[in-house]
């Protein structure tokens, strides 16, 4: 019911991702501290699917993937092809070149797809969702994880990664971000998913 009635709103989204592109800062030749951090998430994750070699059979749903699936780019990069990979956003998605021409078929991309609507076919062994919450409004964020939380497989081997900015009451929230949390919101909502 809650996923009907945020669906029914006319709801804003805020489409906007960190390029690769376009990483430098105007000043020229540094790169943006926002996209430093982002791959310090994707390292970690990578980490953590390379870790006794699981990789080899995890399904990995990766929920606003953004419009270059970074993270597809980086387990390619390394190697560390799961099982199966599948991208999510509310974005119009492309592989890029390399993951496209692949020699074996390990990713699936679902572009221009509300999450709270895909209902997949299959059972991911791991959940991720980096820097995408704070792009939707809070009940949709909350409807999101609790969706991310009964796709994920029971098995002890399920695991999940889901980062966003922590709201800082002196600084204010970006204003790219309609939903940022404070470090406590997003653990009593974590916790209550």
């Not at 999940?160 to 800082?168: A, K, M, Y």
């Amino acid at each position: 019911a809650i996923i009907e009635l945020l669906l029914s709103h006319n709801m804003a989204f805020n489409k906007t991702h960190l390029s690769l592109d376009n990483m430098e800062k105007p000043t020229g030749g540094q790169i943006h501290r926002d996209y430093i951090a982002h791959c310090f998430r994707w390292t970690h994750a990578v980490q953590a699917l390379h870790k006794g070699g699981r990789y080899k059979s995890d399904i990995v749903l990766d929920v606003g993937c953004g419009r270059e699936q970074p993270l597809a780019r980086v387990l390619y990069k390394n190697m560390i092809l799961p099982l199966h990979y599948h991208g999510v956003d509310i974005n119009k998605l492309s592989p890029g070149e390399a993951i496209k021409n692949s020699k074996r078929k390990w990713f699936t991309l679902h572009g221009e797809t509300d999450f709270l609507t895909f209902e997949p076919d299959f059972e991911p062994t791991v959940v991720t969702s980096f820097e995408c919450l704070e792009h939707v409004p809070p009940g949709h964020a909350r409807a999101m994880v609790q969706h991310m939380h009964d796709l994920l497989t029971d098995d002890p081997k399920g695991v999940g990664f889901i980062s966003t900015p922590c709201h800082d009451f002196k600084v204010g929230a970006a204003k790219d971000h309609p939903n940022e949390m404070t470090y406590e919101a997003f653990g009593s909502m974590l916790e209550e998913c």
